[in-house]
Nanobody
Framework: QVQLVESGGGLVQAGGSLRLSCAAS????????MGWFRQASGKEREFVAG????????HYADSVKGRFTISTDNASNTVSLQMNSLKPEDTAVYYC???????????????WGQGTQVTVSS
């Protein structure tokens, strides 16, 4: 099993920045890629960004390209999401996920964190 714990959510004004972190523990060698997903109230969960621990894959949703940056720290088994130029439509619960392939589809991710709320006020 792999355990994922997110941190760093909160309330920020539009145009501001937040940094989310996700610490992975357990059988992390079984995880090829890490992804960030989000789910706004009343909407389906959507892919935000993904990265392979090896660095061989990096992908962003069009809605966040140029504003969000995903990165890993292999030494500490941590994946981060730097979010800049935040917009009210970025408001959602953000989830960290671990998967076995380079894919933006939520169903391909086996491990999920508990989620952290990000609220962007206008």
């Amino acid at each position: 099993q792999v355990q994922l714990v997110e941190s760093g959510g909160g309330l920020v004004q539009a145009g501001g920045s937040l940094r989310l972190s996700c610490a992975a523990s357990g059988r992390t060698f079984s995880v090829y890629s890490m992804g960030w997903f989000r789910q706004a109230s009343g909407k389906e969960r959507e892919f935000v960004a993904g990265i392979a621990w090896s660095g061989g894959w990096l992908h962003y949703a069009d809605s966040v390209k140029g504003r969000f940056t995903i990165s890993t720290d292999n030494a500490s088994n941590t994946v981060s999401l730097q979010m800049n130029s935040l917009k009210p439509e970025d408001t959602a619960v953000y989830y960290c996920a671990g998967g076995r392939s380079a894919d933006s589809t939520a169903s391909t991710y086996n491990y999920w964190g508990q989620g952290t709320q990000v609220t962007v006020s206008s």
